[in-house]
């Protein structure tokens, strides 16, 4: 593990020529360039060089202008992806942007976009002026769409640009209702056709710029005859299937559409097999060209948050059945990209026995990930009982290199949940074949629509305790709190635990049928506003019905309802369970005080009163008392069966909520017009509801909103990562002052991995990370126990591990430089710890510590 | 034999600006010794095309006090208006007695870089418009072993270099910058704010405080071209097209701890350069080049030629064959125009505060200087673990005390509408 780039140079520079650490020359000096540029403030798009496919073109006369107008969205949207891949490609732009450029040492073409999730994006306009009044009303604009779903990239390398176009052309004529469709599909896929060629020929100008003998011209003349051929026709070798995907993924991401890679091995290694048979490419060779698609994947990374552009407005990304403002916690996704690569796992078959999937590509993905020092492409792997060791002794040297990758992922507790959640519409093949995005999120790849709403396990417990009011503002203000859910029982008249429960539960059912309420209202609007005729044309269903992704015409759609907090809310049970009901060591009404002051923070002082602002009168002391003794309650995530449990009834509840809720009668009339709208001759449509338990990055963003918990944690202070275990408190010390212990909440693997091995697990096919961070000097041969432990069901359905010492982080806080290459788990991706803001970089120091 | 050639002069209308590369030697040795060749050897080690640097070297630094692109833009015109004139300027034979002799030139040269600052500053602002125009491999400094200062906190927007033959030329220059007399007559220039000058001086046998010779291996035209060729920016170096034809500055101000090296023995001071004190001569047990120089180095890691922390066994390990880039050692070399300082005594103490005002141009400054900096200099592992850093520093003979990168732009001299860094302008 390196800190730095300079100790990463210095120790390739050790190494004998074929080390296996060592990239080849031409990766080292693309790697060498990108480092430099990590550290540079990325240059970006100016708004008004975007602008609009037709409002103040002058370059257009007014007639064009009016034609334009006139043109149905959908076609105006295909026209704005190929205006868009004009603005970019115009060296006058490109210049100022950094958005066209070709390096002699590349052998992967195309430029990935500054656009991450945190910073936002540019897309040129195709809206009329009324058009988009009418569509902020819904909070949506041409800048809408969310991606976050997995493409068929594999359709993309066997059958080509153009082969797709003349189906299109087909089916617009067999199918006049849908040739507005059709026809955006078409012009889409020019444009991308299109923006390749673009690139064929800057490598041509690039190469005439380079001294006779450079033997890098003979390199670029091939990857411009590559982006001539590709993608318009199907690629024919695995270096044109690496550049069809490539140059595919950067239009993707150009277009507002930031969508991940999926089952990349499974799609290369058909290509990769067929070149060594033909004996047109070595494993040395396919692994140079995986290095340079990882680095073109990682190179628009940031290591200083100063640099960090926001380009969000109120209608970004908006997730598909959302209403309202898109505000989300962009502080913490400067460097996610969603580029998420699946790998490993079982093939998508029917059969009664699950096949391993992993092949050589599957190894050469972690060797990329392994010995370049990169943020992004996220590593997915799958692993199941039969995945060979192999994988897994090269998956733990790689999460021992420090970059958190790969994410593991166990197939038979993800499938389950899969085929729970899709209630008999999800195939066992289908479910087989599922990726991951955004974060981890998996779907069926290449199938799939999908969205995401949290349920706040925590808030729960807050408004179980408080009269459906939140805690985090009680006080002067708004006194019990923010009221949000039914008026329960206040807390004295909850006299047994399982009342207390029944309550979580009412709250629990009314956040469920609120979020499938919205989704049935909200499903579809965006069709009119942000259609997604690129995305459509790789997203199964779309084509065979005609319809575009936004408008219903996926194969399957996934909606995943997140419960998030729950090692705080079990945390808070247990110690609400044992010192209240069962050792009455305090009242629930006391409890309640100190915690609607946040542990007395909130206190009024006046005329030598200490008193709270409403409910009854606790002192300081007390209220100090009793924090100190929830804080020393046992947590869930360390193997303590009294705890976990309360977190895994937490999670069936949640299960059977979800299902409930949605077969309720209430929803049936919206479900059944929304079926109505949405059935076709091909499919029908099914919502699947994939349960999940996921923060993301957002942990401390969903920490803000709660009041403190009775845990022992402050009100408004970060919760846990997803279903990890709990950081320490933000007011206590990550290193204990005591000279010896490394990190003040220790644990092991294997006692954790106990808090995860239940069937709750297998009902939450969306998935559930465990986070753990891992000392720098954890022993391989340990790791790799621990992984065939998770491979083989005796953990939860993922886990990640960020590897570093407490001393490494506080380190790196005071000197950022030396350790620009520590990189943490996000929750969902792979993030440089320097480029973090303090508040992330605390919360990450506070994460427990697991030892050997 | 002592054969006097007309010194060369600095070249205004060529492509690079002037006071990197020039004066130059020509390659070609003078008509005079066409039929001596004694000489004729003596010249190619000594000369042919090589630079032939002015005695004095005066190093400024200073920060823009402007806050938009247009008023940056005045501001770099007018700058290269006073540089032009002071380039140009003939000596003055003002209040000059009748028989004393002056020459016809100084040799006047000054040599404008930007720091990364200019382009963005280090608080990720963009200040002036320009940072898509940043040379690729320009940023601040980073600090390295032997540094006893934040480059980060010493970094400027602009150096200047001034060199001549004389030393009150070099001082009437730098006043001019620093007490705003460089603008328009009459009126206090503000727009600069001087933040450094260092004075230094150049010895006719080229010794350095040291008493080695400093750069005796340095690059030089007649060999291929090379001095241009490591030097300045091509089309295909993948920098911004306004920077071709500019070149990457380091530097750096070194002190030398005299006393303590003084004390070593000479046959000491040989192995920890590397070379033998009066000669010059490499340590290796094979050597190369004009007049034998040049050291070889078969194996990186073989003692038997010279202690592997030996300064320039550390600084150009000179192995065969291409390294994980793919790029040959001596690949990585730069022109190093150093010239010693004499600041009197350190302030408040009674040591002498001397060294080098070291200067290394490059065509790639990550490539050429930062690459052998950090991962052969100042790698204790290099060339295998354990070895050490460069002894010269890991003994504290030396240590760094300021320095930055910059940027040269091309020249500014070779039309009368040219100005410092125009290119950064034009839209």
Not at chain 1, 41 to 48: A, G, Q, R, S
Not at chain 2, 283 to 310: F, I
Not at chain 2, 407 to 424: H, I, R
Request: aromatic share 10%; net charge negative; hydrophobic share 40%.
């Amino acid at each position: 593990m390196h800190h730095n780039d300079v100790d990463y140079w210095r120790y390739l520079t050790s190494l004998h020529t074929g080390h296996i650490d060592l990239p080849s020359p031409r990766v080292c000096r693309l790697l060498e360039r990108i480092f430099q540029r990590w550290k540079e403030k990325p240059l970006w798009l100016d708004e008004n060089d975007v602008g609009h496919l037709f409002l103040d073109r002058n370059d257009l006369s007014e007639e064009e202008r009016d034609e334009l107008a006139k043109l149905p969205v959908s076609i105006r949207k295909s026209l704005a992806v190929k205006r868009m891949f004009e603005v970019i490609t115009n060296p006058f732009i490109a210049e100022k942007a950094g958005s066209f450029s070709v390096d002699p040492d590349e052998l992967v073409l195309g430029t990935m976009p500054p656009f991450s999730v945190g910073q936002g994006k540019e897309f040129v306009l195709y809206l009329t002026e009324d058009e988009r009044l009418t569509a902020m009303l819904s909070y949506l604009s041409e800048r809408s769409p969310m991606g976050h779903i997995v493409p068929n990239h594999e359709r993309a390398v066997t059958v080509g640009f153009n082969a797709i176009i003349n189906d299109c052309e087909k089916l617009a004529a067999k199918n006049p209702d849908q040739e507005n469709f059709y026809t955006s599909v078409k012009l889409s896929l020019e444009a991308v056709i299109f923006f390749a060629s673009q690139y064929a020929e800057e490598a041509k100008r690039v190469a005439a710029t380079l001294p006779d003998g450079d033997a890098r011209i003979s390199s670029l003349i091939a990857a411009a005859q590559r982006l001539i051929k590709i993608p318009a026709q199907k690629p024919d070798t695995f270096i044109e299937a690496v550049q069809c995907i490539y140059i595919l993924h950067c239009a993707f991401h150009w277009t507002a559409e930031i969508v991940p890679i999926g089952r990349l091995d499974q799609i290369l290694f058909p290509f990769y097999e067929r070149d060594v048979r033909n004996g047109i490419l070595t494993p040395t060779a396919a692994q140079e060209i995986l290095d340079c698609f990882w680095i073109k994947l990682g190179e628009r990374a940031m290591l200083n948050r100063r640099h960090i552009e926001n380009r969000c407005t109120a209608t970004d990304g908006v997730l598909t059945g959302f209403f309202g403002s898109s505000n989300y916690d962009q502080g913490g996704l400067a460097n996610q990209w969603m580029q998420q690569i699946t790998i490993g796992g079982v093939l998508p078959n029917d059969e009664q026995y699950v096949t391993d999937a992993s092949n050589a590509v599957t190894r050469m993905c972690i060797q990329s990930s392994r010995r370049l020092p990169l943020n992004s492409p996220t590593l997915d792997l799958r692993v199941h009982t039969d995945t060979p060791q192999d994988i897994l002794e090269l998956a733990a040297q790689t999460l021992l290199s420090g970059g958190a990758h790969p994410v593991l992922l166990n197939d038979d507790k993800i499938i389950k949940g899969l085929i729970e959640g899709g209630a008999g519409k999800i195939s066992l093949s289908a479910a087989r074949n599922y990726a991951c995005d955004g974060c981890y999120e998996t779907m069926i790849a290449g199938e799939s629509e999908f969205s995401f709403g949290f349920v706040s396990a925590p808030e729960l417990i807050e408004k179980a305790l408080n009269r459906g009011a939140g805690l985090a503002a009680a006080g002067p203000i708004h006194l019990i709190g923010t009221k949000d859910s039914w008026r329960t029982e206040a807390a004295p008249d909850i006299t047994s635990w399982d009342k207390f429960l029944k309550l979580i539960k009412e709250h629990m059912v009314l956040s469920c049928h609120r979020y499938i309420n919205t989704l049935m209202l909200n499903y579809g609007n965006k069709v009119n506003v942000c259609p997604s005729p690129l995305l459509s044309a790789f997203i199964g269903g779309c084509i065979e019905s005609g319809r575009d992704l936004t408008d219903g015409g996926a194969r399957y759609h996934v909606f995943s309802p997140l419960l998030t907090g729950i090692s705080t809310a079990a945390d808070s049970l247990y110690a609400i369970k044992k010192l209240v009901f069962e050792e009455k060591e305090l009242s629930l009404t006391e409890l309640l005080t100190a915690l609607s002051t946040n542990w007395g923070a909130g206190l009024i002082h006046s005329n030598e009163n200490v008193l709270p602002a409403l409910g009854i009168a606790v002192s300081p002391k007390r209220i100090d008392e009793i924090r100190t003794l929830c804080n020393d309650q046992a947590k869930f995530g360390f193997g303590n069966k009294e705890v976990d449990v309360l977190a895994w009834d937490l999670i069936n509840t949640f299960c059977d909520c979800v299902h409930n809720t949605f077969s309720s009668s209430v929803h049936q009339q919206a479900y059944k017009a929304l079926q109505n709208r949405y059935n076709n001759s091909v499919n029908t449509f099914d919502i699947s509801l994939i349960p999940g338990v996921g923060t993301f990055e957002q942990y401390m963003f969903s920490g803000s909103f709660l009041g403190a918990s009775a845990d022992g944690r402050r009100s408004g202070d970060a919760i846990a990562s997803d279903l990890s275990p709990a950081p320490v408190h933000r007011d206590i010390a990550a290193i204990p002052a005591n000279g010896v212990s490394r990190h003040a909440r220790v644990g092991t693997l294997e006692k954790s991995f106990e808090s995860y091995v239940d069937s709750s697990m297998n009902r939450l096919g969306d998935g559930a990370p465990a986070d753990y961070n891992l000392p720098e000097d954890y022993p391989v041969d340990q790791l790799v126990a621990r992984l065939r432990d998770f491979a083989n069901g005796n953990g939860g359905s993922i886990s990640t591990y960020t590897v570093a010492d407490p001393a490494t982080f506080a380190n790196a806080q005071k000197d950022p430089d030396s350790y620009n290459l520590l990189r943490v788990r996000m929750g969902g991706w792979t993030e440089f710890f320097i480029c973090l803001f303090p508040e992330h970089q605390e919360q990450h120091r506070r994460r427990p510590l697991f030892i050997s | 034999m002592i054969i006097n050639f007309p010194l060369p002069q600095p070249i205004v209308n060529g492509p690079f600006q002037t006071g990197i590369t020039d004066p130059q030697w020509p390659v070609s040795p003078p008509e005079i010794i066409l039929d001596d060749e004694a000489a004729k050897e003596q010249y190619a080690f000594e000369r042919a095309g090589r630079i032939d640097p002015q005695n004095f070297l005066t190093v400024v630094t200073a920060n823009v006090n402007v806050d938009t692109k247009e008023s940056l833009c005045s501001l770099f015109k007018s700058l290269s208006s006073f540089v032009k004139a002071q380039i140009t300027r003939l000596p003055d034979d003002n209040h000059i007695p009748v028989l004393k002799e002056i020459p016809k030139t100084w040799r006047v040269t000054i040599t404008v870089g930007l720091g990364s600052l200019l382009f963005i500053t280090a608080d990720g602002d963009d200040r002036f418009g320009i940072r898509h125009l940043k040379p690729r491999w320009l940023r601040t400094m980073p600090k390295v072993t032997g540094d006893t200062f934040d480059p980060s906190k010493t970094a400027t927007d602009l150096i200047f270099l001034i060199s001549s033959d004389h030393p009150y030329v070099n001082i009437s220059i730098a006043r001019a910058l620093s007490q705003g007399n460089w603008g328009q007559q009459g009126i206090k220039e503000k727009r600069i704010i001087v933040k450094t000058i260092d004075q230094g001086f150049s010895r006719p046998d080229r010794r350095e405080f040291l008493r080695f010779d400093d750069g005796i291996d340095n690059l030089s035209n007649s060999k291929d071209d090379e001095l241009d060729k490591f030097v300045y920016v091509t089309q295909s170096d993948g920098e911004p097209a306004w920077a071709t034809n500019g070149a990457y500055l380091a530097w750096r101000k070194i002190r030398e701890n005299l006393p303590f090296w003084e004390a070593f023995a000479n046959h000491e001071q040989e192995k920890m350069i590397g070379r033998k004190k009066d000669s010059g001569v490499p340590l290796s047990r094979e050597v190369s080049g004009p007049s034998g120089m040049a050291p070889v180095y078969p194996n990186p890691k073989d003692k038997a030629d010279g202690p592997l922390t030996a300064h320039i066994r550390k600084v150009q390990p000179r192995r065969p064959g291409t390294d994980l880039f793919g790029v040959a050692d001596l690949e990585r070399r730069f022109l190093r125009r150093g010239y010693p300082y004499f600041d009197g005594l350190e302030t408040g103490t009674d040591k002498i505060a001397c060294g080098l005002l070291f200067l290394a141009f490059t065509r790639n400054l990550r490539k050429q200087f930062e690459w052998p900096v950090e991962s052969w200099q100042t790698n204790p592992d290099f060339p295998e673990p354990g070895t050490g850093i460069d002894i010269m520093y890991g003994s504290g003979v030396l240590s760094n005390v300021s320095g930055g990168y910059y940027f040269c732009p091309p020249s500014f001299m070779n039309d009368k509408d040219a100005f410092l860094g125009m290119a950064l302008f034009k839209h």
